[in-house]
């Protein structure tokens, strides 16, 4: 008969600390989340409240439980600088186009004095369906076009030369490729949520989903514009390291050479309001605040004033659809967001540039 050892509970004393090492390591870890989430919530309220009970504020605010502090969420990735080169290279040919030398004349012969003082482009083309849509961010873009960023950001230019080029299937719902993101993640949805997405990213150009109502495959789904271009003044990157930049023709760049003298803040928006009243809707990148996340209704700008850059929590791009005036004649713009339609107007917001312009505002647009 053989006899059992006995037991000697310090025989396996390594792996008894490792594990409760590891147990209290994660139990701090999980309240130190905790804590720091407690603190976020705690300031973002706080920064609701000064919003709501401040009288030189012409928003209000509504507390937003997926709005996030100012962090580090810088990207790096590669860029195929090769395609790069070549969409420059298409932009130079499509501001030198006729299409373009049309649209400049049909812009230059606008007089500032039909200008009304409010325009909304779904009151204009009313029966346009895709201006009233507020998406929850695009797919085919994101997962087709090589040099047009990816989930973490990306160029709303590039994708204009893109559209031209190789055209856009249908999304949505019921379209070919609809948003394969699950939009419960937020609104919007934080930066980290993408970064996940981003290892999932492939481009699907062989069929449509099942059950698209127009039976149709991937390349014969495909929409095209004719050309892209830059309202505003900007530079493109053309090395990976961002040093080397080329200045791209723009319409206020080709307007502040042919008018005489440059242009003022005020010739500029207006140039900008009569593409939006001609031709549609433009693109405008622009710096996000902590405090936009949380907007409800009104005319947002940057509260407190005091140090807002400080508060940036990252750059955004919308679809500028119209413009109006407040009670002191200030220009503001309208314009549609992608965080959904449970936020802000229906989706929409209205927001004074003027504190914002200093950090160079891009505008895109394509016919």
């Known amino acids: 008969m053989y006899e059992l050892a006995p037991y000697d509970i310090f025989d396996n004393w390594e792996p008894a600390v490792i594990l409760g090492s590891f147990i209290v390591f994660m139990i701090l870890m999980s309240e130190a989340k905790r804590r720091a989430k407690t603190e976020e919530t705690q300031y973002l309220k706080g920064l609701v409240d000064t919003i709501n009970n ?9 507390f937003n439980p997926f709005g996030i502090r100012v962090q580090d969420f810088s990207h790096k990735s590669l860029k195929n600088l090769t395609a790069i080169k070549e969409y420059v290279a298409h932009l130079e040919r499509f501001f030198d186009s006729s299409r373009m030398k049309e649209h400049l004349k049909e812009l230059e012969e606008f007089p500032d004095s039909k200008l009304p003082r409010h325009f909304d482009a779904r009151e204009k083309w009313s029966l346009c369906p895709s201006i009233h849509q507020i998406p929850n961010q695009a797919l085919d873009v994101i997962e087709c076009c090589s040099v047009c960023g990816n989930c973490f950001g990306g160029d709303p230019l590039k994708a204009m ?3 031209a080029l190789e055209g856009v299937v249908t999304g949505g719902p019921d379209g070919c490729h609809p948003y394969t993101v699950n939009a419960e993640c937020g609104t919007p ?4 949520v993408y970064g996940i997405e981003q290892q999932k990213r492939f481009c699907r150009r062989d069929k449509c989903q099942p059950g698209y109502y127009r039976n149709i495959n991937y390349e014969e789904d495909k929409q095209k514009g004719s ?3 830059t309202l505003f003044p900007r530079k493109m990157s053309i090395d ?10 723009s319409v206020i760049g080709h307007f502040n050479k042919t008018l005489k003298g440059n242009l003022d803040r005020d010739k500029i928006r207006n140039i900008i309001r009569k593409e939006l009243i001609t031709v549609g809707p433009t693109t405008l990148a622009l710096p996000l605040t902590e405090e936009f996340l949380h907007y409800d209704s009104g005319i947002f700008h940057p ?9 940036i929590i990252y750059w955004h791009v919308v679809r500028l659809i119209g413009w109006g005036h407040d009670e002191e004649d200030r220009l503001y713009w309208i314009a549609a967001n992608s965080f959904g339609e449970q936020w802000g107007e229906n989706g929409h917001f209205k927001v004074d540039t003027s504190l914002l312009e200093n950090f160079g505002l891009e505008y895109e647009a394509g016919l």
């Open 227 to 229: 050309i892209a271009y």
């Open 189 to 192: 949805c934080s930066p980290q």
């Open 54 to 62: 401040a009288s030189d504020v012409r928003w209000k605010a509504r």
């Open 161 to 163: 030369v893109y559209w």
């Open 303 to 311: 509260y407190p004033e005091k140090d807002f850059e400080n508060r």
């Open 240 to 249: 990976q390291s961002g040093n080397k930049r080329v200045m791209l023709p």
